[in-house]
């Protein structure tokens, strides 16, 4: 059991870590405005969290939305 766990976090961060290097270099100007224009030390600051969030990050990329979602709490 816990060998399929290293296997399948190893195989999620492998993924990850090949969708980072995407993101961080054509993706994130997709879907946020904001970080065009941005240096080599901002990318090299959001691919770790690029890495771990890659499933979220890649719906959005692939959905072309460019705003955040909107916050759902009650302090709206």
Same mark, same amino acid.
């Given at each position: 059991?816990?060998?399929?766990? &290293?296997? =399948? ?5 492998? =993924?990850?870590? &090949? ?16 970080? =065009? ?40």
């Amino acid at each position: 059991m816990a060998a399929l766990f &290293v296997y =399948v976090l190893s195989l999620y961060l492998l =993924v990850g870590i &090949v969708f980072a290097g995407a993101f961080v270099y054509v993706g994130v100007t997709r879907i946020d405005p904001g970080a =065009v224009g941005t240096g080599v030390a901002f990318r090299a600051l959001i691919f770790p969290g690029s890495v771990a969030f890659w499933p979220m990050l890649l719906r959005r990329w692939i959905a072309g939305k460019s705003e955040p979602p909107p916050e759902r709490n009650h302090h709206r």
